[in-house]
């Protein structure tokens, strides 16, 4: 079966969608499987959503209820005036509630490792594990000062005609090739959506306004559950130094580490096929 085919079987699997309150806004997440199984949550990056988890969330069905939230200010949920990583811990909260699961296997991307790993300390007991997709969740003490500020990511709404031209327009943050393009087309097909004017990203622009990452080095040391890892080996910006830095102050035994060759910062949009066998080897060993 060509990767085509598989993409093409995987998206198949119809998820359902819901919503949650939290804080007076409108949380959405999608749900694959039988809800009865073991919990795996997806968290999706700056500027990402829900469905980007589409063609991996099916690979997970027969074992676990894999759910995909939107966090607030992306994808279906609904826009905040301010955005915090306890905010964020809050919704991730209500998912699992309205799920009825106890405890979960997470796996986040992105700045979703970060806003997961802080929610750990915050509500400890929803953990099962805690596994990082080219997650950037503490830095060396040299690299923080050169470390990209939020206002370099707040961005102004481009407003297109229709749909399709919106969808050409899309580019994964930060930048670099994609080798599949029916995998970026999907993507960018539930990215946007129609206003007023024309067809606008359904993330919110100016998250970064009032979003603030902290310091997290206590959290990754004293974390409550296990923490994996699985990084591109050709990362723009998950470095080895990054890799080492966080192995020590987390110690993270090399086990729950996965590179995954020819793959950069949206790794399992390169190559979700390993990406999905690295994740059922770790989430496996819990």
């Keep these: 079966m060509s990767n085509f085919d598989w993409f093409e079987e995987s998206i198949k699997v119809l998820p359902t969608s819901h919503f949650v309150e939290v804080r007076d806004k409108k949380i959405h997440y ?141 580019r994964l943050i930060p930048p670099q090739p994609c080798n599949n393009d029916y995998l970026l087309n999907h993507i960018a097909h539930h990215s946007f959506k129609e206003g007023k004017g024309g067809w606008v990203l359904k993330s919110d622009g100016k998250m970064m306004k009032t979003y603030k990452s902290k310091d997290l080095t206590d959290v990754l040391m004293s974390a409550p559950c296990p923490i994996n890892i699985v990084y591109g080996l050709m990362s723009q910006i998950f470095t080895k130094e990054i890799l080492d830095y966080t192995l020590y102050v987390g110690n993270i035994p090399e086990k729950r580490v996965i590179g995954i060759p020819g793959t950069m910062h949206h790794l399992f949009v390169d190559d979700p096929l390993s990406v999905i066998d690295a994740l059922r080897k770790l989430i496996g060993e819990n």
């Design 30 to 170: 999608l749900q694959w499987g039988e809800s009865n199984k073991p919990g795996l949550l997806f968290i999706h990056g700056y500027s990402a959503h829900a469905h980007w988890w589409d063609f991996i969330a099916p690979a997970f069905v027969e074992d676990y209820s894999v759910v995909a939230i939107d966090l607030s200010g992306a994808g279906d949920s609904e826009h905040r005036d301010d955005y915090s990583q306890e905010i964020f811990a809050e919704e991730i909260k209500a998912v699992c509630e309205d799920m009825s699961w106890d405890s979960v296997d997470v796996i986040a991307h992105s700045m979703g490792g970060s806003i997961s790993l802080n929610a750990t300390s915050i509500f400890p007991n929803y953990f099962k594990s805690l596994t990082l997709l080219d997650s950037i969740v503490i830095l060396p003490p040299d690299k923080v000062r050169g470390f990209s500020n939020n206002k370099s990511m707040i961005r102004a709404d481009f407003i297109y005609d229709d749909l399709e031209s919106a969808k050409e327009s899309f």
